[in-house]
């Protein structure tokens, strides 16, 4: 995979096919890296298991190939994910929550030291949001500064505006899910066998915007694996919101490049 490069030449943008003097030149030009996040795991009977990967990764790299000016490398996807959750059901693959948390850390640790000192990791899977915040805030110690969100959190206003049914609430396989992957894939739809169901919060609705609530999805959902509305989805809709995370990502990280690299003890939170 290509794209027209910083120094006027093709430049490949996934890390995994590039040459060990490719990432020497790209180190010469203040480089971003981009670390997707996701899962495979049950999205409903109507998506595939690796939703929340595929969004993320296609996302990436869209951004990185809009960037030719200095490089923007996509690193290769974080496919596994904290998702217990969702094992009632067949497709499901966990980690535990420490072996997930070990995984990001040692990729991001192993990108900074190829010398890649800024990285963005951009997640797909609601379970693997706190942990990669926590991560985030991990290894900055280690003098290593990450930027980390979920795709969906940099769109909210859009998904409240075009929104008909889920609002600006990713679900699971839901509106906004569905919407992406019949943007990305729509060969991946079986709109036969969509249906609709919420997951319920057993909190009283002044408690529910702040008190959440994780159990086995298979036991309440209604059977279903699914929360949200897969049938207001639509392909014209996941391809406005793909557009805009890859804008808001295309963003950060030529802010990201422009900005210096961090020293944690340059701010005076260790003793000398």
């Known amino acids: 995979m290509y794209k027209v490069s910083y120094d006027g030449s093709n430049q490949k943008v996934l890390w995994q096919e590039m040459w060990r003097h490719e990432f020497l030149e790209a180190l010469r030009h203040d480089p971003v890296v981009i670390v997707p996040t996701g899962s495979v795991e049950q999205h409903g009977p109507h998506c595939p ?27 290769p996807p974080v496919w596994s994910g904290f998702t217990h959750y969702n094992m009632g059901f067949p497709g499901t693959i966990n980690l535990r929550i420490e072996t997930y948390l070990n995984l990001v850390a040692d990729v991001c640790r ?35 500064f990450i ?11 859009e998904m409240v505006r075009l929104g008909e049914a889920d609002g600006g609430g990713v679900g ?13 894939r ?8 969509m249906v609709v169901d919420t997951h319920p919060n057993p909190f009283s609705p002044e408690l529910r915007h702040f008190a959440g609530f994780s ?33 808001k990502l295309v963003q950060m990280v030529r ?13 005076g939170t260790h003793c000398p």
Do not use: C
Request: hydrophobic share 40%.
């Open 110 to 144: 192993s990108i900074h030291a190829n010398g890649f000192k800024r990285i963005v990791v951009i997640n797909g899977h609601g379970g693997n949001d706190a942990p990669n915040r926590v991560v985030m805030n991990q290894i900055s110690e280690e003098n290593i």
């Open 49 to 75: 298991v690796d939703v929340d990967i595929s969004g993320p990764f296609y996302m990436a790299v869209r951004a990185a190939q809009a960037v030719t000016d200095f490089p923007v490398i996509v690193a």
């Open 147 to 157: 930027v980390a969100f979920s795709w969906w959190s940099a769109v909210r206003e």
């Open 172 to 184: 699971h396989g839901g509106e906004w899910e569905t919407s992406v992957q019949l943007h990305l």
């Open 215 to 247: 159990e086995r999805r298979r036991d309440s959902s209604k059977v279903t694996g699914t929360h949200g509305d897969p049938f207001a989805a639509s392909a014209e809709k996941g391809e406005k919101i793909v557009h805009a995370v890859v804008q």
């Open 255 to 267: 802010e990201y490049h422009a900005q210096p690299v961090r020293d944690y003890r340059a701010f």
């Open 186 to 193: 729509p060969h991946l739809i079986d709109r036969s066998r």
